[in-house]
């Protein structure tokens, strides 16, 4: 039996798109004042480089624990508590003046991040039903890829010595606005702890699905079709993260200006856009999804 809707339409709007456009600025950010950080800190550009990597690694632990948090506090106050780690992360980030805590920090609000982007689709559904639902995945789609889009543009309007400090700290104001709304949608949806079919525990998962693990029960892991997942999907955010955090800093070294190596990574960016408003249209019009991957991972090669 399905939960009533306890949140508006224009609420979920609102808290969907507010959170989405912050689920990549806050990494796609760093990425053109890359080499100011580092120049600031006194590290190298390796050392500073490993800040780029930390979006894969928190989604990979993050994508383990978020699940298991949420059927336990459900799902809006785990999105209220990610909100505030990203809340601080970014708040504090800006005035810190030595490596290892920025990193820490960075950490803090990759992980805020990584809880929202696992846990936002999950709420949708459990708080969305038909068209509503389709239009709430698509804001999500389409404004995460915006979220990407102008991240690196922040970089664009500041100088200084202290420029990168306020092209990263400027994006704690949208996300104290996603926080102040989380705290609405949670006075609403109380303790929601999602309903079975909408966030199903990975032992529940191996138990039904027979054909692809032909030992009920058994772990994930001796899942033919839950290892093709995986490895699809970490490749392709292995890619997208190594375009997010090093195509500013690659063009740079080529003898691009910063501000431009800043548009390069905006435009691939507005690119998801595109993407995040037209598949869902397209997928609603296929009869199979298995010839999307393929052609779509030929022209990445």
């Not at 803090?108 to 999950?122: R, S, T």
């Not at 995460?144 to 889009?149: C, E, P, V």
């Not at 104001?173 to 709304?181: E, F, G, K, S």
């Amino acid at each position: 039996m399905s939960k009533a809707v306890k949140v508006g339409f224009g609420l979920a709007v609102f808290a969907v798109a507010i959170t989405a456009i912050n689920l990549r600025a806050g990494v796609s950010s760093l990425a053109p004042v890359i080499g100011q950080v580092a120049e600031s800190f006194g590290v190298s550009s390796s050392t500073a480089g490993i800040l780029t990597s930390l979006p894969g690694f928190c989604f990979a632990i993050m994508g383990w624990l978020a699940v298991p948090i949420a059927r336990r506090l459900g799902l809006s106050p785990t999105l209220v508590a990610g909100s505030v780690a990203l809340l601080v992360g970014l708040a504090i980030r800006p005035f810190i003046d030595s490596y290892l805590p920025f990193f820490v920090l960075t950490v803090v609000l990759v992980a805020g991040i990584a809880v929202a982007n696992i846990l936002l689709p999950a709420w949708v559904k459990e708080h969305s039903r038909g068209t509503n639902q389709v239009r709430l995945m698509m804001t999500y789609t389409a404004m995460l890829g915006a979220s990407g889009a102008i991240g690196p543009l922040s970089a664009l309007f500041f100088s200084g010595s202290s420029a990168w400090r306020w092209a990263l700290g400027v994006w704690v104001v949208p996300v104290i606005v996603q926080t102040i709304v989380w705290a609405i949608v949670l006075s609403k949806t109380k303790r929601d702890i999602p309903s079975t079919g909408v966030m199903p525990d990975p032992d529940e998962l191996a138990e039904a699905s027979p054909k692809a693990n032909s030992n009920p029960g058994g772990s994930l892991l001796k899942s033919p079709t839950a290892i093709a997942m995986l490895l699809f999907f970490g490749i392709q955010s292995a890619g997208a993260y190594a375009q997010m955090g090093w195509l500013p800093a690659i063009l740079v070294e080529d003898g691009v200006r910063e501000s431009t190596a800043s548009i390069a990574l905006a435009l691939l960016g507005g690119f998801n856009v595109i993407g995040g408003v037209l598949m869902p249209w397209l997928l609603s019009r296929l009869n199979s999804v298995v010839p999307l991957p393929i052609i779509l991972g030929a022209i990445t090669t």
